[in-house]
DNA sequence: CAGCCGGATTTTAACGTTCAACTCGGTCAG
DNA sequence: CTGACCGAGTTGAACGTTAAAATCCGGCTG
């Protein structure tokens, strides 16, 4: 026919079925079925005319009608939190990103919901999955005592962790990244470049996160004979630029100041960037500065950064919450951060 | 511990739907959803057996099913955009955030894909109202000459703009935030506060958003007069912190110095409050500041900003998406931003 | 007392898809 | 010649829900 080949023709009335192309191909439903899902299985003629059907009808199978025969809705969840304060916060957008990306690749969608607190999660997600609207949850930012992993298994809700959980029986799976790991390789990277003297500026204590970076500064500083008496240049505080140019500016003045930073965050690097360049120095020359989770302010500082794996991290949680055959798999996974060298730490001390 | 009592015993096997819940009852099944869409259609004691058979067996009607008989998922759907160094980064997943919020309302849930292009959001959307997965879709950051509307229009894709649409046939919907009105309100603020020489720090020329917060400085200085000649303080710059320090310290080092500043981000306004300190001088005191976008640093660094009604929007949006009777309506809804203030613009000139 | 009314409930059918079982020609081994 | 078997396709039933029509029943009217 000289209708458009390109855009295919709008049908006449109301969605396209199965039944319609069946129609127009002079076929079955089931064979229209067959062509959609098991292509191999019918002879390559009729294929092509059902195929043809389908492109001149636009038919797209239906959703709805395709998750209640099969009963799987081929959607995965995750809470999406309020826009808190909390430097952690603009990871959560890359890694919803990260999810729905993931989840595309294999076939899931992504489907979110807004709620005030755990109790209410738990509750969604239970519901979510009872009425069948998806196969399984996504559980942010878990921390080791967290309640809502057991709530879920009790519930018998398919779901992985981003966080590591303090899992007696082993029954949960959880992807997560080595934060102490990550600022290891920062402190090799110094190390590697002749700096001796080398600060560190984290969050509060009390936090997982910040914690888990702290403690990666001790143990590499160790590691490397670095930490002798005199030499404990790690100090803490809020997550600000203002805070993170006040601590600086402390190490700094001091008789034994480092010669390099490493900070928990991109925004106390540019803090202390500042300060470094208050005291007259430059930074990346006088003073080497490395930050953490390279956010878009990273780059345009040229400041080297820690970079969190998150398109790996979707793809895991994915791949644990929707194996190809089976049910949920309980893998823990810890993935390695990626260091970022820029102008701010290339310089050899 | 005791098994809680509050917690419903698990099913036997497989999900519990209408029929299990029927025979627990004793009545039919359309008498069970009966009750739970029509309960005033049922004798209340009947209808308190089968709400506690509900109970009892943690009931939850299938999606699936519900979405198949009457044809609609209950859910819309919106691109997530990666992550990009964009000033308005961070709005998105506010705008996520109260997306998922107001949908859920009215009882639609949000869903998310992750595309390249617009090439391939157009296509998805397409599919996925196609397919009956979603009702309608949301576009993020729509310009003037966007092409998505028009596409979405031709493919009879139900749809609403987050961004004005220059739209001649008017069977667009949009809502949007008055940018020209916010840094109005500011100017106003200001003049009220007894300054005549207000400063303003924008984007590079040539974006939206942008352009119309410039036009907001200027249209509302002429309408104070304080437009004279000499006293053009405004500069336009990339969107970073150093950015906004430098062009604040262009501003003040001038002869006529401007005794307030208007910034067109957070970003900036936080580069010209260390700028302002740079100089020995108080901000909030000695020069008035004000931010844009309230984004959490404001509250930190206790600067003035103006605030975008992110929930409103979500609210307006959804509500034009899917109207309780009817179908998506075409309306045009421009929003007024709300200026927070804070210390850094209390003091009077 | 037949007829009817109206509220409460049940039965029937349908939404669009896919699995399982079946039909139809034809081939091939015994 | 018979029957087992194969590929290609069709038919029937089912997934869980709900709108519409049908049924039931006690009470009320004429």
New binding site residues.
Partial sequence: MAKSPARPAAPRS??V???DVAVAAG?????V??V??YPEK??P??RDRVLSAVADLGFQ??RA??A????SAGMIACRIEPVSSHSLAHLHDRFLHALAEAGQAVGRHLMLFAVDDVENEVVTCVRLVRSGAVEGVVLYNVVPDDPRPSMLLDAGVPFVCFGRFSDSAGATGWVDVDNAAGIAVVVEHLAAGGHQRIGFLGFPEGHRVGDDRARGWVTAMDRHGLLAGSHRLDVRGEDTWISGARMARGLLDRADAPTALVAASDTLAAGAMQAVRDLGRTPGEDVALVGYDDTPSAEVLDLSSVRQPIPEIGRRIVEALCPPDGTVLSVATLLAPELIVRGSSRHRA
């Fill in positions: 109301g969605p079925t199965i039944a076929v079955s439903k089931q064979t079925s067959n959609m899902n019918v002879r003629q009729t199978p239906n009608a395709r209640l025969r099969s009963s």
